[in-house]
């Protein structure tokens, strides 16, 4: 196994917060899948949880670049999920998932972590 991308990306708390204020169930649409949006909602900060998702998707998308066609990604291809352990996980669909598959990536590795001022993510792409 080698490591065959990585991306890293800060998303500040505070920010997040005013757009959801300002914009509000638009983010929601544009940004995130269904899934994520319910457990963002589900938690009481949720500026925090939109903040370490966006930072996520951020930093997959950083990993996979490389391409024109990589350049077409959407926010809503690159979805964070929990694997049963709890342990963030990453499921791609779209363009992501084509962009994938052109590199052999076998597994996305994610660390997020945040505070109430900012929410972190490191992607690791592996292939075999």
């Known amino acids: ?20 204020q300002d914009k509000g169930a638009r983010v929601f649409e544009r940004l995130l899948t269904p899934a994520e949006r319910a457990y963002c909602e589900s938690r009481p900060d949720v500026a925090t949880h939109v903040a370490v998702r966006l930072a ?9 670049q490389g391409s024109e066609a990589a350049r077409g990604i959407g926010w809503r ?8 352990d709890g342990r963030p996980d990453v499921s791609l669909s779209g363009s992501a998932t084509q962009r ?4 052999g990536v076998r597994r996305v590795l994610l660390s997020l972590s945040h505070t ?3 929410a972190i ?3 690791v792409l592996e292939s075999d």
């Open 121 to 123: 993510a490191v992607a």
């Open 56 to 64: 996520a998707k951020e930093a997959v998308y950083k990993a996979l």
């Open 116 to 118: 109430h001022l900012a």
């Open 100 to 103: 994938a598959r052109e590199l």
């Open 77 to 84: 291809d690159i979805e964070v999920t929990r694997a049963p």
């Open 1 to 20: 196994m080698s490591a065959i991308g990585v991306g890293v990306d800060l998303v500040e708390v505070a920010r997040v917060s005013a757009i959801l």
